[in-house]
């Protein structure tokens, strides 16, 4: 009997049940891991579509405020004589690109130039051809338009985006 229990002991066949040194998964285990990771996977699509939504609303509000803050440092340095300007004009730049492009100081008797931006940001909605200039990626709205419907013209009061989409809060990146 000692004689039976010692093999048995070697031969890990019989203890076993006649899979010794067999290792690996079996197809079933393998198709409930692989649906698990489908699902998980599924499920965190979604979340990174969510998290890419957000940095890129997150851009527009950051370009849409140095746009903004721009056009305010224009009309506020025009409405203190640093820029030249025609009697009749609003005191806003005929065009974003001269916010990157610059201005003479008047008050300087040097000439300087007067910058307001090192360059205009993209629109981060923009689906446009990707060779557009970024100047061109914005709508503007000219300071003698209504704001219940905008219209360029011959300066530049405010921008918004040109994007059809609506923002997670609801509301249309145009009216941002």
């Known amino acids: 009997m000692a004689s039976v229990f010692h093999s048995a002991r070697r031969c890990g066949r019989c203890l076993s049940g006649g899979r010794a040194g067999v290792r690996g998964f079996t197809l079933i285990e393998l198709m409930i891991t692989l649906a698990l990771v489908g699902i998980l996977a599924l499920g965190i699509m979604p979340f990174s579509e969510l998290i890419v939504q957000r940095q890129k609303e ?11 803050t721009a056009l305010d440092a224009f009309k506020e340095a025009s409405d203190f004589g640093n820029i030249e300007r025609q009697p009749d004009a609003s005191g806003y730049p005929p065009t974003l690109s001269l916010l990157v492009a610059g201005v003479k100081d008047a008050k300087d008797p040097n000439g300087a130039m007067m910058y307001f931006l090192r360059r ?9 051809d990707p060779a557009t200039p970024s100047e061109e990626q914005w709508n503007t709205r000219a300071y003698a338009s209504p704001p219940d419907d905008p219209q360029g013209g011959a300066d530049v009061f405010d921008v918004t985006s040109k994007s059809e989409g609506v923002g997670m809060n609801g509301i249309p990146y145009k009216q941002w």
């Open 58 to 68: 997150q851009e527009l509000r950051v370009a849409l405020r140095e746009i903004r």
């Open 120 to 128: 205009v940001p993209a629109d981060p909605f923009f689906t446009g």
